[in-house]
């Protein structure tokens, strides 16, 4: 009869707790920071440097160690995706192009505002796909970070004045990062790279350097490609093979070895653009 009472007794006090929590969930306006969503890392970086790290809680879509190119949202991505009040996308991402017509369909009011509206876009070497990894360098960042900064302020115009102000910041911090990588450009031994993936097409470009990948057309190389990309690596004053941080460096180390390259890992989705944009640009200019 004992147990049965403090049995009773948990139980009730169990219920009670689920209520609790579920009132608690309920209750309306408990929603006091604004969510906005992202899909990549650097993308978060930009907006808490125009936002600070507490105004507003930012949502990643693809998670560290996955690739936008191909990555499917999970249910959850997808719930938390309604409680977000904008979207902002890169632009190009194979993943977007897949996801965010379903986004729209299924979340008819959220705002999607895409980053690199304004980027003129640069087409791979066949010249018919563009690349979409817009980023990897501070003159696209620049580019983002203005189109990024009028649309927080029509979303929270109440920081306007706080949001022109860290813009203008940003700014200044971009240009100095785009005068220190110059600088780095001219002086550096080699202007030439080989990389696993193309994710610097516009890096190369800004500081006039030659990037040779080791993918062809998205796709591992057959042998004949990858021959040919020895003879050209052999014949350019490359020095350095850069690697996405999250592949498999055996596919690469018999070539590295053959064009006595050095192995470079890099991530170029890392939640510290900053940081790893300066560290890649060092390594290659080294
Ligand atoms: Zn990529």
Redesign the pocket.
């Known amino acids: 009869m004992k147990m049965h009472k403090t049995l009773e007794i948990t139980l009730l006090v169990l219920l009670g707790c689920m209520l609790a929590v579920l009132f608690w969930a309920c209750v309306p306006g408990r929603k006091t920071v604004p969510v906005v969503t992202v899909s990549i890392l650097p993308q978060k970086w930009l907006v808490e440097e125009l936002m600070g790290q507490n105004r507003v809680r930012v949502q990643v879509m693809v998670p560290a160690g996955s690739?936008?190119?191909s990555y499917d949202p999970t249910p959850r991505d997808l719930m938390s995706l309604s409680r977000s009040d904008v979207y902002f996308s890169v632009g190009d991402?194979g993943f977007e192009r897949a996801w965010i017509p379903r986004f729209r369909e299924q979340n008819g009011t959220l705002p999607v505002v895409e980053m690199g509206e304004y980027i003129s876009k640069m087409s791979d070497d066949d010249g018919n796909e563009a690349d979409?990894?817009l980023w990897t360098t501070p003159l696209n960042m620049k580019s983002m970070a203005s189109v990024t900064a009028a649309a927080l302020v029509r979303f929270f115009p109440e920081d306007k004045d706080s949001i022109t102000a860290r813009l203008s910041a940003l700014d200044e911090k971009l240009d100095a990062m785009h005068r220190n990588f110059s600088r780095l450009a001219v002086m550096a031994p080699s202007k030439t790279f080989v990389i696993y993936?193309p994710?610097l097409s516009y890096l190369a470009r800004d500081y006039g350097m030659t990037q040779l990948s080791v993918e062809q057309d998205h796709k591992e190389p057959s042998v004949s490609q990858l021959q040919a990309l020895v003879e050209a690596t052999k014949k350019s004053d490359a020095k350095v093979l850069l690697i996405?941080q999250e592949l498999d460096v055996r596919l690469v180390e018999s070539f590295a070895q053959e064009t006595q390259l050095r192995v470079v890992r890099i991530n170029?989705l890392s939640p510290d653009w900053e940081t790893e944009m300066k560290r890649i640009m060092l390594e290659l200019t080294r």
């Open positions: 690739g936008p190119e991402l979409p990894h993936h994710a996405q170029v």
